[in-house]
Structures are given as structure tokens and as C-alpha cells.
């Protein structure tokens, strides 16, 4: 979010004016819900977030969030979720503006941009408005390579300021993080254990610090121990528990309750087509870990969805990356690349970046009346044990 301080008043005027805009027209564009998202001062924030049938206009700062001789708004985000018809078609949409704070401007910059999105008649019915996370911070642990470092160049791609964490690999989270900052994004690397409860929260601290609270969380931290039930060496089982399960919880726990203060979160975990049943042998006991990823994305799904939190997981299929790849010869790669392509109905491996489209998808706006949900993102895989 763009962070310019004005006075007092000029901040309380820009907040109700941007309310009192968004109100206008409400019924004829038949939105259903309106979100406003402001901060305010040093690390301060604002939330509303209300069915728009029930009016946002002037509804009173929380004295608790920011009294009234302290409010100092630096950026506000509005966002309306509803639909409008075109051409006798109904198109979902979400609009999400951020503005430069300019109290003599914005109200007409927020009317400029509405007119402009209902004066256009001939508007494909089957797009959807462009997703964003301006203003939003994200955190993707294990973030640094593979799937993670996909995931952190989309989400900053859509706008997000990034924490890209790591365990080990710093220069690889150093290199992602220049790619983005390259790109006009803001992003930071954040060293951290997952597995280190401790650790974990001195770095959402450092986070939050530097980039504000963390709103998007994915959960993508994962290592992988090959073996089945003979030949698997069970001392293996509790460092990949470690990552794949407490990390997961520990990450979750660190944010979760500001999430819960705001109102408003999106969760993204990573489990794995493994956790379905895949008859792919040596993922035995990766499997067992992953399944505890996917009941742990229903149960919190369950238990903060009442403070306007999202709790979904992605199961990926085959992706070629290090993590795949780990402990096989060139030729095993190959040889097992070819089989799992022919495998799925798309004939083909996945890629990083397939699974971070489906990420952001669930991390936007638009996902918001989506919860507990598993989405594979395999290529339609043939291979399973029994499909769930």
C-alpha cells in the first residue's frame, strides 16, 4: 500500500467519503458484499467488512484500533464482491482499487474508477476482473525454490508485498527476492525453521515489521523421505513429520490470530495427490504426513471461518523440481517423468507455475466463498489407489 500521512481530520474524511461512494448505486449494481481495509498510523489497522444491504456509511473507527486523537490513515484498500448484468448474462465480479491517499482526489478517483467499469456494455461475459493483492502482505514458506518460489513471484506479481522464507537455501530466497524487487514488487527473505515454533514467530514479527500484518499465508514448507512399509527407514518419519505437519501448525498459530483480529485471512496449504492414494511406490509414509496436511486444512477451515478466514489446500501432481527429483539418477528422472506424463489425461508434467495459478486463485478476492477444499491440480492423474 502506497504510505503517505495526512491530519486527522483529512484521514477521517477520506475513509467516510470512500464508504459513502461505495454505498452509492449499491442496489442498482446489485453488489452483495463491500470490504474496507485501511491503515492507520504506525502498524495500526482499520477493518469493515459487511453485507452491503446493511450500509457501511459512517460507521465509527474502533477506539480500540485507533482512538480518535491518533488516526493517521496511510493507505486504504476498497473492495466490492457482487455481480452486475451484462447483455443478459451474469459476470462474478470483484473490484479492488487502492489509492494514493489525496483527500481533495480520491472520492473522485474511486467514482472515475466505477463509472468506467459499468460504462462498458460489450465486456466479455466470461472474464473475470483482474485479481489483486496490492496492499496485501503474503508469507510462503519454503519459498526460495520449486513450487514455493513459483508461488511468491505470482503472489507479487498480483501486487502482494512478499516474505519468501527459507531454512537453509538463503541465497536461493536472496534471488527470488531480487527477481521481485527487479520487477517493482516489494518482497524480503525470512530464514526460518517451520518446525521451530520459537523461531517462527521472531520471524512473522520481523515480518509484520517491516511489511505490516500478514494476511496470505501459504503453507508450502515440505520435504519428502522415499520408502514403503519394508524397506522405509523409520527414523526419517519424525524430521519430515517435523516440516510437513508442526511447521504447518506453527506457521498457522503465528499468524492466525491477527488474521482473526482483522476479520479477514487467506489460508493456502500444500499437501499432495499422494495423500489421495497414488500407486506411485517410496511415498508411503511422505503420503501419511501429506493426508494430515489435507484433514488439518478442514478442521481450521471449520474453526476460522467465522472470523472471515479462507482455509483451502492445493494437492499438486507431478512436478519436476528438486524435491521430486531428490535421491533418483538422471535416468530414473527420466524414466519416471515419461511414465507419470503418460499417466494423466493432459499427457504432461506439471509445472511450478501451475500450481502457483491455482494458489493465487485461492488467495483472491474472488475465492472468498471458498473454504475446506482440496484442489488437485495433477492433469487429471489415472493412478490412484482410489480416488477420494
Known amino acids: 500500500m502506497s504510505r503517505v500521512d495526512h491530519d486527522n481530520r483529512g484521514s477521517r474524511e477520506l475513509l467516510f467519503a470512500a464508504v459513502r461512494v ?24 482499520f477493518h469493515m467488512s459487511r453485507p452491503a444491504k446493511s450500509g457501511l456509511v459512517d460507521d465509527p473507527l474502533d477506539p480500540a484500533v485507533a482512538g480518535p486523537d491518533n488516526i493517521k490513515l496511510n493507505a486504504i484498500q476498497i473492495t466490492m464482491i457482487g455481480a452486475f448484468e451484462r447483455s443478459e448474462q451474469w459476470i462474478d465480479v470483484t473490484h479492488s482499487h487502492v489509492l494514493d491517499i489525496n483527500p481533495s ?17 460489450d465486456r466479455d461475459s ?88 500478514v494476511a496470505v499465508l501459504v503453507n508450502n514448507a515440505g520435504i519428502t523421505r522415499r520408502g514403503d512399509l519394508l ?42 495427490i499422494a495423500a489421495h492414494g497414488t500407486a506411485l511406490a517410496g511415498t508411503t509414509f511422505y503420503a501419511a504426513t501429506k493426508a494430515a496436511v489435507s484433514v488439518l486444512t478442514k478442521r481450521f477451515a471449520m474453526e476460522l471461518g467465522p472470523h472471515g478466514i479462507t482455509v483451502n489446500a492445493v494437492a499438486p501432481g507431478f512436478v519436476p523440481t528438486d524435491l521430486t527429483f531428490q535421491n533418483r539418477t ?8 515419461e511414465r507419470l506424463s503418460a ?45 477420494p
Open 105 to 121: 482526489t480520491a472520492e473522485r478517483s474511486i467514482l472515475s474508477d466505477r463509472d468506467e467499469m459499468v460504462s462498458k456494455p
Open 231 to 272: 524397506d522405509f527407514d523409520y527414523s526419517q518419519m519424525e524430521g519430515m513429520r517435523r516440516t510437513n505437519v508442526d511447521g504447518l501448525v506453527n506457521v498457522t498459530r503465528a499468524v492466525v490470530s491477527g488474521m482473526q483480529a482483522r476479520r479477514y485471512g487467506r489460508i493456502v496449504n500444500l499437501t499432495s
Open 330 to 337: 538422471p535416468e530414473q528422472v527420466a524414466a519416471v517423468t
Open 343 to 387: 499417466s494423466t489425461m493432459v499427457r504432461r508434467a506439471g509445472t511450478p507455475e501451475d500450481i502457483a495459478h491455482a494458489v493465487a486463485f485461492l488467495v483472491s478476492p474472488e475465492s472468498s466463498f471458498i473454504t475446506g477444499q482440496i484442489l488437485t491440480v495433477d492433469g487429471g492423474r489415472l493412478d490412484y489407489i482410489g480416488h
Open 22 to 45: 461505495f454505498n452509492v448505486n449499491l442496489a442498482a449494481r446489485q453488489e452483495s458484499h463491500v470490504r474496507v481495509h485501511a491503515e492507520i498510523g504506525a502498524g495500526g489497522w
Open 126 to 213: 466470461r472474464t473475470i476482473m483482474r485479481m489483486t493483492l496490492r496492499g496485501t502482505t503474503a508469507l510462503v514458506t519454503g519459498g526460495s525454490r520449486g513450487i514455493g518460489r513459483a508461488i511468491a513471484l505470482r503472489l507479487a506479481r498480483e501486487g502482494a508485498a512478499v516474505a519468501v522464507n527459507y531454512r537453509e537455501r538463503g541465497g536461493d530466497a536472496e534471488s527470488v527476492v531480487a527477481q521481485i524487487r527487479g520487477a517493482g514488487g516489494r518482497a524480503l527473505a525470512a530464514g526460518a525453521d517451520v518446525g521451530d515454533a520459537l523461531a517462527v514467530a521472531d520471524m512473522v514479527k520481523r515480518i509484520e515489521q517491516e511489511f505490516g500484518p
